[in-house]
């Protein structure tokens, strides 16, 4: 499956216990194919909480299965939250699809004891 200028995955992360954009985050993107599980890159929000660049653009885009894994306790130990040991949340994987080659916006919105996500525009 080849990628086409259409598609592109993006993400952002809000920190809705602070309601401010999450800067710092790590983010490991995986492509998922069977059983197997390929780290395609790690990278972090910037200070609007968002990658400097999409993901996934133009010829590295491609349809199928995929995981966002967001080191989401790390972050909240960096601003100072004490967090529980363990963790309530500490990685926070999102696993979704990827079936036209459009765009693709996969958010975060975090806080020390819960999270959501969506597919965003």
Not at 26 to 52: A, H, P, W
Not at 53 to 78: H, K, N, S
Not at 90 to 115: K, N, Q, T
């Given at each position: 499956?080849?990628?086409t200028e259409g598609g592109?995955?993006?993400?952002?992360?809000?920190?809705?216990?602070?309601?401010?954009?999450?800067?710092?985050?790590?983010?490991?993107?995986?492509?998922?194919?069977?059983?197997?599980?390929?780290?395609?890159?790690?990278?972090?929000?910037?200070?609007d909480g968002r990658c400097?660049?999409?993901?996934?653009?133009?010829?590295?885009?491609?349809?199928?299965?995929?995981?966002?894994?967001?080191?989401?306790?790390?972050?909240?130990?960096?601003?100072?939250?004490?967090?529980?040991?363990?963790?309530?949340?500490?990685?926070?994987?999102?696993?979704?699809?990827?079936?036209?080659?459009?765009?693709?916006?996969?958010?975060?919105?975090?806080?020390?004891?819960?999270?959501?996500?969506?597919?965003?525009?």
């Amino acid at each position: 499956m080849s990628g086409t200028e259409g598609g592109r995955l993006t993400t952002h992360v809000l920190d809705t216990a602070s309601g401010k954009p999450a800067a710092g985050l790590s983010i490991s993107l995986f492509r998922i194919e069977g059983e197997e599980r390929t780290l395609l890159k790690t990278v972090s929000t910037n200070s609007d909480g968002r990658c400097d660049a999409p993901l996934l653009a133009g010829p590295e885009f491609a349809t199928g299965e995929y995981e966002l894994v967001f080191a989401a306790g790390d972050y909240l130990r960096a601003q100072g939250i004490a967090l529980s040991e363990p963790a309530f949340l500490d990685i926070v994987p999102i696993r979704f699809g990827m079936a036209e080659h459009r765009h693709y916006h996969v958010p975060l919105l975090v806080s020390p004891y819960g999270y959501s996500t969506y597919r965003g525009s």
